[in-house]
């Protein structure tokens, strides 16, 4: 192993290096094959090189990569135009990453209580969120772990259980100052903790009787992995405020901030940007992106794939004294582990599953996270379901035995 010792330790990198990809698939240093259920931590939908992608990606590149948002961008408009037929919003902001798109709905919220003169805005944030590693994204997050060491944090977020209709309700009685809810429709980091099929519908209630802006994380859920281009649409509402990133670009950095029309004209000139934000070569891949999954009607698959695997798992280990839940909405899978009845420590399948060339996630502590990509047929998904079922089942049977 190369130690770059002049690398910060912010990663604790498993000792392996990718050289190339096709598809569901990469390729080690050397060449061996490995299949990726959690494409770069659900960046790439449409898989490794795909070849849509990688065209948009090198014409692009031949002709423009960036002027600045001092002059209009063609591919900046196209993107949000698509953006917002698919989404039903009004309005986007470009950023280059997750937590910028957060910072840009945290600031929209700040901006509109301010104008309703709420001179203190409060957000309302939930336990075991996740929402970013900048200064206010990391104080909008619920985990001690990613805030501690860095306080004083950024002021004016209220915590609220998550899927906790009473906890929002007792919160708006006791507070005057509260003008948006920022939430992930499926916690991601969390744990893949899937709400209550009516929770988003009873906060959009919430929002609209008190003036607030519903403004969701989708930056995991988004780009169709749950089975619907934007997971709120299985609630068959509208948010005021959403924000994307991760798939948007299929690894190539892009992040956005979409509005209605309620919160869409807050930011005006001067009050928010970003150098990069927006260049033509993350928009036309962008652009690409959502062409391919349109074209390869991969929504479909990944609602149709996220059922089987479900079912699957279910079948195969709902039974297990060590398996507490088994949940997934599309292709957001999440298998909790009773650690006590693992052998070793959860976070130790990642390795046993790399020897057998398949990627996965443990999050949360003792969440087996998988998030295949969008293109994966029934084959590969057999091969997720049967070597991670015969990971669990030795991980469980071998703690009677040690
Ligand atoms: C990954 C993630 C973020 C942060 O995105 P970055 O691009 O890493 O800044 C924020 N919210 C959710 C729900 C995420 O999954």
Known sequence: MTINNHLMKTYAPLDITFKHGEGVYLW???????????????????????????????????????TSNLYQIEQQQHLADQ????????????????????????????????????DNPGIIVMENSFHGRTMATLSATGNRKVQAGFEPLVQGFIRA?????????????NNNNIVAILVEPVQGEGGINIPDA?????????????????MLDEIQTGMGRTGEWFA?????IQPDVMT?????????????????DKAGDVLQPGNHG????????MCATASAVIDTIKTENLITNAKQSGQYLLAAFTEKLGALDGVRKIRALGLMIGIELEPDLVKHDCSELVKMALNKQLLINVTA??????????????????????????LVTASLQNKAAA
């Open 365 to 390: 502590g003792n969440v087996i996270r998988l998030l295949p990509p969008l293109i994966i047929n029934q084959q590969q998904a057999d091969t997720i379901i049967n070597t991670v079922s015969d």
């Open 244 to 260: 994307l990133a991760k798939a948007l670009g299929n690894g190539v950095p892009i992040g956005a901030c979409l509005a209605s």
């Open 83 to 118: 953006l917002c037929e698919i989404s039903g919003m009004s309005r986007v902001f470009f950023s280059n990453s997750g937590a910028e798109a957060n910072e840009a709905a945290i600031k929209i919220a700040r901006l509109y209580g301010h104008k309703k003169n709420i």
């Open 274 to 281: 970003s150098t990069f934000g927006g260049n033509p070569l």
């Open 161 to 173: 259980p998550y899927n906790n209709i009473d906890a929002i309700k007792n919160i708006a009685e």
């Open 28 to 66: 080690d240093t050397e060449n061996k094959k490995y299949l990726d259920a959690l494409c770069g931590i659900a960046v790439c939908g449409l898989g490794h090189a795909h070849p849509a992608i990688t065209k948009t990606i090198t014409a692009q590149a031949g002709k423009l990569l960036h």
């Open 198 to 214: 009516d929770y988003l519908n009873q906060l959009r209630d919430i929002c609209d009787r008190h003036d607030w802006l519903l």
């Open 232 to 236: 709120f649409q299985h609630n068959k």
